[in-house]
């Protein structure tokens, strides 16, 4: 379990590839887009500091989380991306949505990594609370958007072997 205290997005730069020949697809989400949108900037910060061309840089933007996973079925088909990172941002509320929205999107992104030879990275926030997320994409927690530029930089690694 995450503590106030430790910050999860801490990196070592000197254990990732360097990324200036490489390209990234990022599909994010509109949906709770203060969220989304601090991931995204966790990602990117992370793929320009291992030496990421900005233009190398993909991003579309989808209206909600299930919509990422299409997202990032055209990225793959049509932009010969090295990885897709697909961010969202599911918050539980009163109605079985929440259960149905990230069940649907955890198999769909799990497929895409079944059906293509492309790596297609999950970071889907589903919290509880809007404060949760807030503290998971940029706050006291960090930011997953930057866990999953990590994860990208080391399964396209994987992936050339």
């Known amino acids: 379990m995450a503590t106030a205290n430790k910050n999860l997005s801490e990196y070592d730069k000197s254990t990732l590839p360097n990324a ?45 989380s299930f919509e990422l996973i299409f997202g990032s079925k055209k990225m793959i088909e049509t932009q010969n991306v090295d990885v897709v990172i697909a961010i969202g941002c599911v918050i539980k509320g009163e109605t079985m949505h929440f259960e149905f929205v990230c069940e649907g999107v955890t198999q769909g992104i799990k497929d895409l990594n079944v059906a293509y030879n492309i790596p297609t990275i999950f970071c889907l926030l589903t919290d509880n609370n809007e404060q949760q997320s807030i503290d998971r994409s940029g706050g006291v927690h960090g930011n997953k958007g930057t866990e999953a530029a990590v994860a990208a930089l080391k399964m396209i690694e994987l992936n050339k072997r």
């Not at 203060?34 to 989808?62: C, F, M, S």
């Open 20 to 64: 200036k020949d490489l390209r990234f697809g990022i599909v994010v989400s509109e949906w709770n887009d203060k969220i989304t949108n601090g991931l995204y900037q966790g990602a990117y910060d992370v793929l320009i500091d291992v030496g990421a061309l900005p233009e190398n840089i993909i991003r579309w933007n989808v209206p909600g």
